[in-house]
């Protein structure tokens, strides 16, 4: 724990931090252009240069060890020089198109022009001009801008784990690239945008749409996967401009993926403004009354228990809740929310849940993963398994795909379960070895056909290999649906499961379905019921519809959200929606009415406070639950050979929402086949 | 990740560079491999009519499990790994200042000359490149031209002509001072200074 005075300011800092770090811990602002928290050191920019008593020259304080007895000086004049020296020869060749360039206003290098620029430019040789790079579609490039602090390399070689970037050349001809001019192929890739100091790498679809300062910054929470990550929605007017993350230290850090990023567009189209009404086999435009009508006069006659209600993966509580309400009053008790026919029940929360925590693999030393691909489902979790694949062994069950990461493949059906937990194999003794291990159940484990039995020995090779103690829990279920956790909460599970939903609608067994939000199951198989759908757009859901109750997305409502670790978080609304859409819940509200059972709240406090009052659970705000470990889940039995396979295909094409996104789809069409999957040559291990 | 952009071409070491690669490997520890880079870079040069080709770099980069673009920032930041290719004889002038003050324009006019191109090109039948370079490290022997894995020091116009000629013919003159008379970079006239040194070793000087 070393002491240094800063400014004369007496500070003692962690052994291993460093200067710049001890002169924060002063409260000392210390500019700098490539050193991020994050990243690893690399000490190119020389922009924190400070003074050291008995130095010869001033030293890079990112890159120097805070010593004990070092005594720094950030304001004396040889550092006010020096810092000007560099910040002239980082302009040298910067070329001043600041009013055309996206960066402005929120540039790094214009607000440290400002405070520690020297005199006018002397600069009067020919500045230098790199060529345009191309980065994939999610990145502008002007590399003439670039400055070279290399944070977007370390940010691939480190965070995302795709080594694509690197500095080619050097001097005065250093550039920095991709290999070749090939795309920077990770679903991570935005980031280099915010760790950019400069205007080199932009925002390629925001590209000259807004100026910060017109901007009006909302802090809400993501749906686009099941981590509930931090961001926050920039808005002009009634039109949601871009996503930016929040720092969350415990979920997403600073990160998010592209999917959260850039499916922004896809709130523009495809939306549903006015509720509509199947007749003669055609959508019409309605009224709500027609359509409250039109629902009422469908369930006259129509027993509680031919009702069914599914809702989807973007849902928030609130809607949720009072979706259950109105179809409890029906007398439905087909409720349902697992749309990929996942097996796990209602009854035990540690069930489904990511009970290690997601800032909780940070401790683990050993992972099994089964049915997932992680980079696909939550791509900013993967960065901390890549953390983990350089302490300890990961294999995988299920699949074989590069996360970027090595991995040890155990096998792709059930059986490498089962031979785990008899103890037979190499990975055994890596679980055995562990001190905290920990298993995590993907989509493709838990929705397979023998789902049940999967988490069954999941279960069972949690108690075996130590995965429960008093303070850890290493059994994790990985959600991709923001709602999914929340929904389970709520009991929107029904005993028969999806498809005894989807038979009985085939069976006419059930006359009348309720989807909020549903997308992504078989909905032809709904063809013979009368289906109503509540939704923001109108994607596979409006199919098969036959009432269409136009919701909003999940920018425009308040709404609380349950993330895969069990994490409360609530969201904020940005905009409102547009056309004749409303809130969900009122809609829900306003339909309860017409029916006659009348939900008992008029405000979003009110509907909160008796939700709240059913489920106490939900009013602790961003706190992970401690859930108790069951005796048992799941279901022995026999194991087919089906081989597990892995529930996400298309990592840009997951939603209603980045269906509907045009960026989304050139994504998709950019990294689409061999490019995206090409082999990973993992060289971090 | 690593995308290839390699097409039909294909490198692959011959047997004998091959067990010189694992000689050099043998050198670090087997997590450290990368840090053979740069000899084995140098020998598939050598190999691949003295150029470094995409199909090179993916070759080492995967002999080394490094990323590509690892092997591109090294082959782009050294200029000893040619990008593009060469004719067979790489003949590369220094023009820095020692070598010019010593007559190195000379040295470059005979070579234009001779060759017909200029600096960065290669004559039309692909025999010949002329490469201007940075200091050759020779100054005492000023001016010098770098071939092969030898140096031609103390050049001058007609000297360079005659060693252009002799390449052509398919002779190689002996490298080392053209137009003195002098051993290596010993002085001219033979030494100046201890005389007496007996380099015998156990010698009683």
């Known amino acids: 724990m070393p002491t240094l005075k800063i400014d004369g300011i007496e500070v003692e800092v962690e052994g291993g931090a460093t200067v710049l770090q001890a002169c924060e811990a002063a409260g000392i602002e210390i500019p700098r252009f490539c050193f991020h928290e994050r990243l690893s050191i690399s000490g190119n920019c020389r922009m924190c240069l400070v003074e050291m008593e008995k130095a010869p020259k001033l030293i890079a304080s990112c890159a120097m060890p805070a010593g004990e007895g070092m005594i720094i000086h950030t304001n004396s004049d040889k550092v006010k020089r020096g810092r000007e020296g560099v910040l002239e020869f980082t302009l040298m060749n910067h070329p001043l198109d600041c009013p055309v360039c996206d960066q402005g206003g929120e540039c790094d290098l214009q607000d440290q022009y400002i405070a520690y620029s020297g005199d006018d430019a002397r600069y009067e040789d020919e500045r230098r001009i790199v060529a345009k790079e191309d980065f994939g579609p999610l990145v502008k490039t002007v590399m003439t801008r670039c400055i070279h602090c290399t944070r977007c390399v370390r940010f691939a070689d480190e965070i995302a784990g795709v080594p694509a970037l690197g500095g080619i050349g050097r001097g005065d001809h250093m550039e920095i690239t991709t290999y070749q001019e090939q795309p920077f192929a990770s679903e991570l890739s935005g980031n280099v945008v915010d760790l950019c100091p400069v205007g080199a790498l932009t925002n390629k679809p925001y590209a000259f749409s807004a100026r910060p300062w017109e901007l009006k910054s909302t802090e809400t929470i993501d749906v686009h996967d099941a981590m509930g990550s931090s961001i926050r929605a920039d808005a002009r007017g009634r039109e949601v401009m871009r996503f930016l993350p929040r720092v969350h230290e415990d979920v997403n850090e600073e990160w998010i993926s592209d999917k959260t990023r850039q499916a922004v567009d896809g709130l523009k189209y495809n939306r549903l403004d006015q509720p509509y009404i199947r007749k003669g086999g055609k959508m019409q435009p309605a009224s709500w009354e027609e359509a409250f009508e039109a629902i009422s006069a469908k369930l006259k006659g129509v027993k509680g228990d031919k009702v069914a209600g599914i809702v989807g993966d973007l849902c928030d509580l609130e809607s949720m809740y009072a979706f259950k309400g109105l179809l409890n009053d029906l007398g439905s008790s087909a409720l349902e929310c697992r749309q990929d026919g996942a097996k796990y029940g209602g009854r035990h929360r540690a069930g489904y849940l990511f009970n290690t925590s997601i800032s909780g693999i940070d401790e683990a030393d050993a992972c099994l993963l089964v049915g997932t691909n992680p980079r696909k489902e939550a791509a900013v979790l993967n960065i901390r398994l890549r953390y983990l694949a350089k302490r300890g062994a990961i294999a995988s069950v299920g699949a074989v795909e590069n996360l970027s990461y090595p991995v040890e493949h155990l096998g792709d059906t059930v059986q490498a379960l089962e031979n785990l937990l008899a103890g037979k194999g190499k990975f055994t003794k890596a679980l055995k070895a562990a001190k905290k291990p920990m298993i995590i159940l993907g989509g493709g484990a838990v929705s397979h056909p023998d789902g049940a039995v999967i988490l069954k020995l999941a279960h069972d090779i949690a108690d075996k290999y130590g995965m429960i103690s008093a303070d850890w829990n290493g059994f994790n279920v990985l959600h991709h649906a923001a709602s999914r956790v929340g929904a389970m909460d709520l009991g929107l599970v029904s005993d028969k499961g999806m498809n005894g939903i989807l038979d009985g609608a085939e069976k006419g067994d059930i006359k009348l379905v309720f989807n909020l939000g549903v997308d992504e199951i078989d909905l032809s198989r709904l063809e013979k019921a009368f289906v109503i759908y509540q939704g923001s757009h109108g994607d596979e859901g409006v199919k098969y519809a036959d009432v269409i109750l136009p919701g909003v997305a999940y920018t425009e409502k308040p709404g609380t959200y349950i993330n895969m670790e069990g994490r409360v978080q609530k969201a904020q609304r940005v905009i409102f929606g547009p056309g004749e859409a409303r809130d969900d819940w009122t809609i829900l509200r306003a339909l309860s009415e017409k029916l006659g059972s009348t939900l008992p709240y008029d405000t979003i406090a009110q509907l909160r406070e008796k939700m709240q009052a059913d489920y106490p659970h939900f009013s602790n705000i961003d706190q992970v639950p401690n859930e108790d470990w069951p005796k048992s889940f799941g279901v022995a039995g026999k194991t087919s050979d089906v081989p597990i396979a892995n529930l996400i295909d298309d990592f840009y094409q997951t939603n209603p929402i980045a269906r509907s996104s045009k960026v989304m789809a050139e994504c998709r069409q950019a990294y689409e086949g061999a490019k995206f999957e090409a082999e990973a040559m993992v060289t971090n291990g | ?205």
């Open chain 2, 1 to 205: 990740m690593n995308i290839s952009v390699r097409n039909a071409e294909t490198f692959e070491f011959t047997p004998e560079n091959l067990t010189w690669a694992a000689g050099q490997l043998a050198k670090y520890p087997a997590s450290r491999k990368q840090s053979a880079v740069m000899p084995l870079l140098t020998k598939a040069q050598e190999q691949n009519n003295g150029w470094v080709s995409v199909p090179v770099m993916e070759y080492i980069a995967d002999m080394l499990e490094m990323p590509y673009i690892r092997v591109q920032e090294v082959v782009t930041f050294y200029t000893m790994y040619r990008q593009k290719p060469v004719g067979k004889h790489v003949i590369e002038v220094c023009t820095t200042t020692p070598c010019w003050l010593r007559g190195s324009d000379d040295v470059v006019a005979a070579c234009k000359d001779e060759l017909g191109i200029g600096f960065g090109e290669t004559t039309a039948d692909g025999e010949f490149t002329l490469l201007e370079v940075e200091c050759a490290g020779a100054c005492v022997n000023a001016p010098v031209i770098a071939y092969k894995e030898n140096y031609y020091e103390d050049l001058d116009n007609d000297s360079t002509r005659k060693f252009i000629k002799a390449i052509k013919n398919g002779d190689i003159i002996a490298p080392g001072p053209q137009t003195t008379d002098r051993h290596k970079s010993a002085p001219e006239g033979g030494p100046t200074t201890l005389k007496e040194f007996c380099a015998t070793p156990g010698g009683d000087s």
